[in-house]
């Protein structure tokens, strides 16, 4: 079988891992480092440079150099590398490429295949737009994995045994998140993730270099326009100073002149840790929110928390590690090494895939990071408004996962329904993100009101199949939705979609549901007054569960309604009906 890598894409630096002899290993680039600086550069005589070698032109020469470039995945955005336009795609593709070569090299075999980590929190454009990055690089992208559960999987991998509440505190370069994890018996359970998409290390360096030029009189936004060389090779006297203050109590920044230069007598400006801390406290402050809400989601305390781990080099900075152990009142825990843990993650991610046996006993389940829903109408004052989201997976919800809801014609004698899907969070469809939509035609003729179903059905591949359909009618409406899937083959598509099928569960086309129901029903208006509240109250909830496409919570209600009947001295099963 060939090899798969993992691969940790980061914002400021890359790096790759295989899985071998039962155990993730880094890989090394052509330079015996691991880690790749996620940077390119296009020389004067227009060859490209990636890693290391384009990090020493990014100080000298700044216009032809880009980074930072993962925060514009799956938008619009293009920078400018020596007058030509490149997409965050290209240059991603770009440091991908040099990884793969750098495996293919290590290895001693052509690499193909790979699993390749993003934030959490990454919507499905940022998640697409990074496999075609990976494409462009040759690679096969086998799945998409968010950082903070490769993370957890390294931790798991090495420690199998153990029975604990985690929570992954991944601040990389770039980007922020927050994940809330369940671990026992070689199962990662993950139960909520959250996460901010602009919020990592390199902001906490321009907090210093904005501190800086303010006390020159000069503007970071303006500055880096009109004397980049300046500000250029003093970000990279800033990113120095911050790794410093990791260790050091303070350290001295030299200011370069407008060309970039430092002498000898250049100015001096000490930097204390404590100072440092205050200046970047808004930033820290930001932290808050995210890891709330994980735990809000997962109805969890700090207190619940038994493990705090942190990942992503931003996590060294002395400020983060004080924020942690303020709110969670225990020490984190960093036994791997924070740059490195997720792409070992991902080379366990790989052997999962691969089926190896050293991960046999290895159990991972994962959570939808968005909510999934449609646009929907609602009336007001008898004035019908479109672009309403109702959710029908929430965020956070454990995949593969198959939910269905109930929704009704709007107008009499409507006869087709076009749905359109949505991810996000907000109330109003024009704030979330489309991916997709299926027109629905056949509904029967009559009054407003007409009901129907939509169903969403949900894998770890990030396969979507919507279908809707009419209890009146046998026929059922699909498409699937394939953005994340693009690395699997047909085959492998065809495969992961048959397995959807065995999530689906239609409880009202079940005969023991229906003939419960009509039974129940025909018992309401023959049973005492003072009982049917009791009654009602079960079938609600039996009818409940069933618009949801739950099987356990029908199973629940079910369970329920018959312990009802059961207590009013009824026997359903005993009277066969």
């Known amino acids: 079988m060939p090899p798969i890598i993992g691969i940790d894409l980061g914002t400021t630096n890359s790096l790759c891992a295989i899985f071998q002899d039962g155990t993730p290993q880094l890989i090394p680039?052509?330079?015996?480092?691991?880690?790749?600086?996620?940077?390119?550069?296009?020389?004067?005589?227009?060859?490209?440079?990636?890693?290391?070698?384009?990090?020493?032109?990014?100080?000298?020469?700044?216009?032809?150099?880009?980074?930072?470039?993962?925060?514009?995945?799956?938008?619009?955005?293009?920078?400018?590398?020596?007058?030509?336009?490149?997409?965050?795609?290209?240059?991603?593709?770009?440091?991908?490429?040099?990884?793969?070569?750098?495996?293919?090299h290590h290895l001693g075999t052509d690499v193909t295949e790979a699993v390749i980590t993003v934030p959490a929190y990454f919507n499905d454009n940022q998640r697409q737009a990074t496999k075609q990055a990976g494409e462009l690089a040759g690679l096969r992208v086998k799945r998409i994995v968010n950082e903070p559960t490769a993370a957890a999987l390294t931790y798991g991998f090495h420690d199998r045994d153990s029975e604990k509440k985690i929570l992954v505190i991944d601040l990389g370069g770039g980007t922020f998140d927050v994940t809330y994890m369940d671990?026992?018996?070689?199962?990662?359970?993950?139960?909520?993730?959250?996460?901010?998409s602009f919020l990592g290390g390199e902001d906490f360096?321009?907090?210093?270099?904005?501190?800086?030029?303010?006390?020159?009189?000069?503007?970071?936004?303006?500055?880096?326009?009109?004397?980049?060389?300046?500000?250029?090779?003093?970000?990279?006297?800033?990113?120095?100073?911050?790794?410093?203050?990791?260790?050091?109590?303070?350290?001295?920044?030299?200011?370069?002149?407008?060309?970039?230069?430092?002498?000898?007598?250049?100015?001096?400006?000490?930097?204390?840790?404590?100072?440092?801390?205050?200046?970047?406290?808004?930033?820290?402050?930001?932290?808050?929110?995210?890891?709330?809400k994980a735990l809000r989601d997962g109805r969890a305390?700090?207190?619940?928390?038994?493990?705090?781990?942190?990942?992503?080099?931003?996590?060294?900075?002395?400020?983060?590690?004080?924020?942690?152990?303020?709110?969670?009142?225990?020490?984190?825990?960093?036994?791997?090494?924070?740059?490195?843990?997720?792409?070992?993650?991902?080379?366990?991610?790989?052997?999962?895939?691969?089926d190896d046996q050293a991960v046999d006993d290895l159990v991972m389940t994962d959570v939808c990071p968005h909510t999934l829903g449609v646009e929907t109408v609602k009336e007001f004052a008898n004035e019908v408004k479109p672009g309403y989201f109702t959710p029908i997976i929430h965020r956070n919800t454990t995949i593969p996962v198959s939910r269905e809801e109930l929704f009704r014609t709007v107008?009499?004698?409507?006869?087709?329904?076009?749905?359109?899907?949505?991810?996000?969070?907000?109330?109003?469809?024009?704030?979330?993100?489309?991916?997709?939509?299926?027109?629905?035609?056949?509904?029967?003729?009559?009054?407003?009101?007409?009901?129907?179903?939509?169903?969403?059905?949900?894998?770890?591949?990030?396969?979507?199949?919507?279908?809707?359909?009419?209890?009146?009618?046998?026929?059922?409406?699909?498409?699937?939705?394939?953005?994340?899937?693009?690395?699997?083959?047909?085959?492998?598509?065809?495969?992961?979609?048959?397995?959807?099928?065995?999530?689906?569960?239609?409880?009202?086309?079940d005969l023991e549901n229906q003939r419960l129901l009509r039974y129940c029903e025909r018992l309401v208006g023959e049973i005492s007054p003072f009982q049917r509240p009791q009654l009602e109250s079960a079938i609600d909830h039996f009818e409940s569960a069933m618009s949801s496409g739950d099987k356990e919570s029908v199973q629940v209600a079910q369970t329920t309604l018959l312990q009802t009947l059961s207590m009013l001295g009824y026997d359903f099963r005993g009277r066969g009906e």
């Open 183 to 196: 671990v026992f018996e070689g199962t990662l359970e993950i139960v909520s993730t959250a996460g901010e």
């Open 29 to 104: 680039n052509a330079f015996g480092e691991n880690l790749t600086p996620s940077i390119v550069c296009v020389t004067e005589e227009g060859a490209l440079l990636v890693g290391a070698a384009a990090r020493e032109l990014r100080v000298t020469q700044p216009d032809r150099c880009a980074a930072c470039f993962k925060r514009f995945m799956g938008s619009h955005e293009q920078l400018s590398l020596a007058g030509k336009q490149y997409t965050p795609v290209e240059l991603s593709s770009l440091v991908l490429k040099s990884l793969r070569d750098d495996a293919c």
């Open 301 to 354: 305390s700090p207190d619940n928390i038994d493990d705090v781990i942190l990942v992503g080099g931003a996590t060294r900075m002395p400020a983060v590690q004080e924020f942690v152990r303020r709110y969670f009142s225990k020490e984190p825990l960093c036994r791997f090494n924070p740059d490195e843990v997720v792409a070992l993650g991902a080379a366990v991610q790989a052997a999962l895939i691969a």
């Open 205 to 292: 360096t321009d907090r210093l270099l904005a501190s800086l030029l303010q006390k020159q009189g000069r503007q970071l936004e303006t500055a880096e326009l009109q004397e980049p060389h300046r500000v250029a090779r003093l970000r990279q006297q800033c990113e120095m100073a911050k790794r410093q203050l990791t260790k050091l109590e303070a350290v001295k920044i030299k200011l370069p002149d407008a060309a970039g230069h430092i002498a000898d007598d250049s100015l001096t400006v000490n930097v204390t840790r404590t100072a440092y801390a205050k200046l970047v406290e808004p930033l820290i402050e930001r932290l808050k929110q995210p890891v709330a």
């Open 411 to 509: 107008a009499p004698n409507q006869r087709e329904v076009h749905v359109v899907v949505y991810q996000g969070e907000h109330r109003r469809v024009e704030q979330n993100l489309k991916i997709g939509e299926l027109k629905v035609t056949g509904i029967p003729p009559g009054p407003a009101g007409k009901e129907f179903y939509i169903r969403f059905t949900y894998d770890l591949n990030g396969i979507l199949e919507v279908e809707a359909y009419v209890l009146a009618s046998p026929k059922k409406y699909r498409t699937v939705l394939t953005h994340n899937a693009r690395g699997l083959s047909q085959a492998e598509l065809d495969e992961a979609i048959q397995k959807l099928q065995s999530l689906k569960y239609y409880p009202r086309e």
